[in-house]
């Protein structure tokens, strides 16, 4: 009888299909989407703190500084208004979209009443919803001082 | 050495809600909590109740929760748990209490059948009559997921189970997690398939309480990172 021997130091590799049925790919993108923008937002919050609080300092932050960045209504955008613009828009949907899951995910573990988590998703989406349109006004507008 | 020993009683066919029963006893330092509660059910009060079998840290049967922490009564010396002369012990959460330590296993028993915990492997078997090979690698990438003992000390110890009983739970991942992982095997991905489910691995939210509370020393929440890693990847390495 011969005896088979295997390499001791052999390691096996197999894959599998990682998104395997299409009801669940929407948790497993959910995940990754909050590594990845928890992880960009440290960044971005950081700066923004860095920004407004150090640089600027809490006792000179004036609109105008905003304005200057931003740009203000009907005047010509700048590459730097751009930059600024993207900036808060990247801060704003990260954050907005970051927080609205992770409600969803503490949503889901304690409303066990599926009808209850049904509705106070919808008004958590609703309230994102409108913080963000707010904000593409704010976007495309530039900034307007309200008088 | 006097113990005070404060445990949680609860019989549903009596009591409205669970007190707290507190017994002093004398114990020797080298005791184990299990050997605590042993002398108040054989001398104090016998009706006490609490699983345990071989009472050595194998069958697990006699997981609780001992001063705020999941841990087998049979593995805890008093003289490392006491703290002011006191110990607390209690029932593992999440489970339903039948009466006093004693919870119901069944949902967690659920949970452990639903990941397919056995071999498949729908090869014929090798005809020389030996068993299916594999290299000391491939063995050595599960070796820490063939500890688990089912005792749900992790399980219970996991908050996203406490607030949602349909988590599938560490315990159900650690052994799924030994049969993907497994060279011989062939289920991964109905395995995988069930673990994305909404209630699977992504309930999962590092909290770590399941490696705290793991008696057999299993890097739990390693392994519900390594079962996410191949859904996202689709790589089972």
Redesign the interface.
């Known amino acids: 009888?011969?005896?088979?021997t295997?390499?001791?130091?052999?390691?096996?590799?197999?894959?599998?299909?990682?998104?395997?049925?299409a009801r669940?790919r929407f948790?497993?993108m959910?995940?990754?989407f909050m590594r990845f923008s928890g992880l960009i937002l440290v960044f971005l919050s950081l700066s923004h703190f860095w920004l407004q609080h150090l640089i600027v300092g809490t006792h000179q932050l004036q609109f105008g500084q905003t304005v200057a960045r931003w740009g203000a209504a009907g005047a010509p955008v700048t590459i730097e208004n751009v930059f600024w613009r993207l900036y808060y828009v990247a801060i704003i949907a990260l954050a907005m979209l970051h927080g609205l899951n992770g409600f969803r995910?503490v949503a889901?573990?304690?409303l066990?009443n599926r009808g209850v988590y049904r509705g106070v998703m919808i008004a958590a989406t609703g309230v994102i919803a409108v913080v963000s349109l707010m904000g593409l006004v704010a976007l495309l507008g530039g900034a307007t001082i309200v008088k | 050495m006097k113990l005070h020993l404060k445990i949680k009683r609860f019989n549903p066919e009596i009591d409205k809600k669970p007190y707290w029963g507190e017994y002093d006893i004398e114990v020797d330092e080298m005791d184990r909590v299990l050997d605590a509660l042993q002398e108040v059910k054989w001398t104090v009060d016998g009706t006490l109740a609490l699983r345990r079998s071989c009472a050595h840290g194998i069958c697990g049967s006699d997981a609780m929760r001992i001063n705020g922490r999941n841990r087998l009564a049979c593995k805890c010396l008093i003289k490392d748990e006491i703290k002011n002369g006191q110990i607390t012990v209690e029932p593992i959460l999440g489970l339903k209490v039948q009466k006093d330590m004693i919870v119901d296993m069944e949902p967690f028993f659920a949970h452990y059948r639903s990941v397919l915990p056995f071999l498949v492997n729908k090869d014929p078997l090798p005809e020389?009559g030996?068993e299916r090979?594999?290299?000391?690698?491939?063995r050595e990438?599960f070796d820490d997921t063939t500890k688990c003992i089912l005792c749900a000390c992790c399980t219970t110890s996991c908050p996203?189970f406490w607030?949602?009983g349909e988590y599938v739970g560490p315990a159900a991942i650690v052994q799924a997690h030994r049969f993907i992982f497994d060279?011989r095997d062939q289920a991964?991905?109905e395995r995988?398939?069930v673990l994305?489910?909404?209630d699977?691995v992504?309930?999962c939210?590092t909290v770590f309480n399941c490696t705290d509370a793991c008696p057999r020393g299993i890097e739990v929440t390693k392994a519900i990172g390594e079962v996410?890693a191949?859904?996202?990847?689709?790589?089972?390495?």
């Open positions: 009888m011969t005896i088979q295997l390499n001791p130091a052999q390691r096996t590799i197999r894959t599998v299909k990682p998104m395997p049925l669940n948790e497993r959910a995940w990754i995910q889901y573990d304690y066990n | 020389n030996r090979l594999q290299t000391i690698a491939d990438r996203s607030a949602r060279s991964a991905q995988l398939e994305s489910e909404v699977g992504w309930r939210r996410k191949a859904l996202r990847t689709g790589i089972i390495a």
